[in-house]
């Protein structure tokens, strides 16, 4: 199957720091990822659309400045947690569709592994 | 927002015994597809049903579909140890996909 790769899987970090996650897509190439947030022993909420070539489209409620989204390559989509704070600690986790070419597909997701972010 | 919602939140059975879990949904969907998750991992895709199917199986896995209830059941028959973790069912209505709030599955050995 398909296979997502995200790193980091964790990181510690002082507040008010930046820290940068990315997602590749190993073996497809994905036109359009997905960024997802989670809490402990909560669902995911979608953050953003990250889309190939163009700017992300965010879900209402999440700051664009704050959750920077670069979808520079077809196989790499990265998220900067900007002036990172205690709160913004969360689990991330980036997912794509196979054949994704920028329309509606029904096909499922691939998730990477997650991301782990502490901010002290 | 999140457009779907299951249920129970939390599941204890013993080995052997089945699990089922529900969810519902609020709009019009494409597809509905069941994840799992382990502690602090990413999600593995388990099983998809089109808005058209009423019944799906894999292996274990058998999931229904009613568009007119808006609703959809999970069950994994003769569970394991192994089968504890967190199932989440996703909605996708146009190009999003959507969590519910997931159902925490805890099997004795």
């Known amino acids: 199957g398909a296979v997502v790769s995200q790193h980091p899987s964790r990181v510690i970090c002082k507040s008010g720091t930046s820290v940068k996650i990315e997602c590749r897509s190993l073996d497809f190439q994905a036109t359009t990822m997905f960024w997802y947030r989670q809490f402990p022993k909560q669902s995911l909420m979608l953050m953003a659309t990250s889309n190939e070539g163009s700017k992300a489209t965010y879900e209402q409620g999440v700051e664009k400045d704050k959750f920077l989204i670069n979808h520079a390559s077809l196989t790499l989509s990265t998220l900067t947690v900007t002036s990172a704070h205690p709160e913004d600690s969360s689990f991330y986790i980036c997912?794509?569709?196979?054949?994704?070419?920028?329309?509606?597909?029904?096909?499922?997701?691939?998730f990477g592994s997650g991301t782990q972010l502490s901010v002290l | 927002s999140q457009q779907g919602e299951e249920d129970p939140q939390a599941l204890s059975i013993q080995e052997g015994e089945n699990a089922t879990m529900n969810c519902s949904y609020k709009?019009?969907?494409?597809?509905l597809q069941w994840y799992r998750q382990n502690s602090g991992r990413g999600l593995v895709h388990l099983i998809l049903i089109r808005s058209n199917e009423r019944e799906k199986h894999s292996g274990r896995l058998r999931v229904t579909l009613d568009t007119s209830k808006k609703s959809s059941s999970l069950l994994i028959t003769a569970s394991r140890a192994a089968d504890t973790a967190s199932y989440f069912c996703?909605?996708?209505?146009?190009?999003?996909?959507?969590f519910g709030a997931g159902t925490r599955l805890f099997v004795k050995a």
């Open positions: 996703a909605v996708t209505g146009g190009f999003k996909t959507i």
């Open positions: 709009t019009s969907i494409n597809n």
């Open positions: 997912s794509a569709r196979v054949g994704d070419r920028g329309r509606a597909t029904n096909e499922k997701l691939f």
